[in-house]
């Protein structure tokens, strides 16, 4: 303390000149931090400008008034889409008492059953696939869209008899969430129920959940359907179904089995020389005149390998009750 007495002025300027120094570590570090921010943020915007400029179209004034002017095109045409969908829509469902959804499933049933009239063509206690119902009453909230899907399933049964189809197999019909209490999902109040994929291959990255609670543009109607009938009147109803300007059908499964054998090459894609009483010579096809030396092929044969014999179809399709969901924004 003597010294520092003694020295008053030398003190005084050690401290000042310490209290300088502090000063300026503490300003140069905290420039030094703020030129790595700022070298920071440069950067950033250098990358941002590069990945603009890289973009097609770049983002300039005209290309933006060009890309409004494409969304404004796609939001029409998306507009007319959904009126196109929703003409499929039944202008209304109104619920009915059980017991007259119950004597209008009675009376389908009956005219599908009409227009079947060989032995077992279709199924022993045939009902529409409304077989739960035979003997009890649906819920009375549930009746306007059951009545939407019975209508739908008479349709379909209606266009596989037109087509030419004479033998239904089976017929089986998901429920619908309005049978049992529950929400459409995607709806609102819907339970919420996560679909996990399979487990990945080790160094393969996971696939996304997909969660059913997503909002659809229309609620789903699973029929499956099986029936045997020749080619021509499969492609028939096929082209039918596909055409239908009052219900929408999704095929999402199709399976067409040839029951027949498909002859190999060689002899067997030759026609057989059956025995006649006209001795062992080839049998013509009336309205045929092979050349001299060549095989008489059989129709049958060419049937089988055609499809012209009787096939065996499944199909598993989703009839579509497209929902009255909000038109998009329009830009102006």
Same mark, same amino acid.
């Given at each position: 303390?003597?010294?520092?007495?003694?020295?008053?002025?030398?003190?005084?300027?050690?401290?000042?000149?310490?209290?300088?120094?502090?000063?300026?570590?503490?300003?140069?570090?905290?420039?030094?931090?703020?030129?790595?921010?700022?070298?920071?943020?440069?950067?950033?915007?250098?990358?941002?400008?590069?990945? #603009?400029?890289?973009?097609?179209?770049?983002?300039?004034?005209?290309?933006?008034?060009?890309?409004?002017?494409?969304?404004?095109?796609?939001?029409?045409?998306?507009?007319?889409?959904?009126?196109?969908?929703?003409?499929?829509?039944?202008?209304?469902?109104?619920?009915?008492?059980?017991?007259?959804?119950? #004597?209008?499933?009675?009376?389908?049933?009956?005219?599908?059953?009409?227009?079947?009239?060989?032995?077992?063509?279709?199924?022993?206690?045939?009902?529409?696939?409304?077989?739960?119902?035979?003997?009890?009453?649906?819920?009375?909230? #549930?009746?306007?869209?059951?009545?939407?899907?019975?209508?739908?399933?008479?349709?379909?049964?209606?266009?596989?008899?037109?087509?030419?189809?004479?033998?239904?197999?089976?017929?089986?019909?998901?429920?619908?969430?309005?049978?049992?209490?529950?929400?459409?999902?995607?709806?609102?109040?819907?339970?919420?129920?996560?679909?996990?994929?399979?487990?990945?291959?080790?160094?393969?990255?996971?696939?996304?959940?997909?969660?059913?609670?997503?909002?659809?543009?229309?609620?789903?109607?699973?029929?499956?359907?099986?029936?045997?009938?020749?080619?021509?009147?499969?492609?028939?109803?096929?082209?039918?179904?596909?055409?239908?300007?009052?219900?929408?059908?999704?095929?999402?499964?199709?399976?067409?089995?040839?029951?027949?054998?498909?002859?190999?090459?060689?002899?067997?894609?030759?026609?057989?020389?059956?025995?006649?009483?006209?001795?062992?010579?080839?049998?013509?096809?009336?309205?045929?005149?092979? #050349?001299?030396?060549?095989?008489?092929?059989?129709?049958?044969?060419?049937?089988?390998?055609?499809?012209?014999?009787?096939?065996?179809?499944?199909?598993?399709?989703?009839?579509?009750?497209?929902?009255?969901?909000?038109?998009?924004?329009?830009?102006?």
């Amino acid at each position: 303390m003597t010294w520092f007495k003694e020295n008053k002025f030398l003190a005084g300027l050690i401290a000042i000149t310490v209290l300088l120094a502090a000063l300026i570590i503490f300003f140069g570090l905290k420039a030094g931090s703020s030129l790595e921010e700022v070298q920071a943020q440069v950067a950033a915007d250098e990358a941002s400008v590069k990945k #603009a400029k890289s973009l097609n179209p770049f983002p300039n004034p005209d290309n933006a008034k060009a890309k409004e002017e494409s969304l404004k095109l796609v939001i029409v045409k998306a507009n007319e889409a959904r009126e196109m969908l929703l003409a499929f829509r039944p202008e209304k469902m109104e619920n009915i008492p059980g017991k007259d959804f119950s #004597a209008n499933l009675t009376s389908t049933v009956d005219r599908v059953k009409s227009l079947y009239t060989l032995e077992k063509a279709i199924p022993s206690g045939f009902n529409l696939g409304f077989e739960t119902y035979s003997g009890s009453l649906p819920r009375e909230e #549930a009746t306007g869209v059951l009545s939407y899907q019975l209508g739908a399933l008479e349709y379909l049964l209606t266009q596989l008899a037109e087509s030419g189809v004479k033998k239904v197999e089976n017929l089986y019909r998901e429920k619908l969430p309005a049978e049992t209490g529950e929400k459409w999902p995607g709806e609102p109040g819907a339970k919420r129920v996560v679909v996990k994929r399979k487990r990945p291959v080790p160094g393969v990255p996971a696939p996304p959940k997909f969660d059913t609670n997503t909002p659809s543009i229309a609620h789903r109607m699973p029929v499956e359907l099986t029936f045997r009938a020749p080619e021509p009147a499969v492609r028939e109803f096929l082209t039918r179904i596909a055409n239908s300007e009052q219900y929408f059908f999704e095929t999402r499964i199709a399976r067409i089995l040839n029951p027949s054998p498909i002859p190999s090459a060689g002899k067997a894609a030759s026609a057989p020389k059956p025995k006649s009483d006209f001795g062992d010579g080839p049998i013509v096809i009336e309205g045929d005149e092979p #050349a001299e030396g060549e095989p008489v092929e059989s129709v049958k044969i060419l049937d089988k390998v055609s499809g012209g014999d009787e096939l065996v179809v499944f199909l598993r399709a989703d009839l579509l009750l497209f929902t009255e969901t909000e038109t998009l924004p329009e830009l102006k």
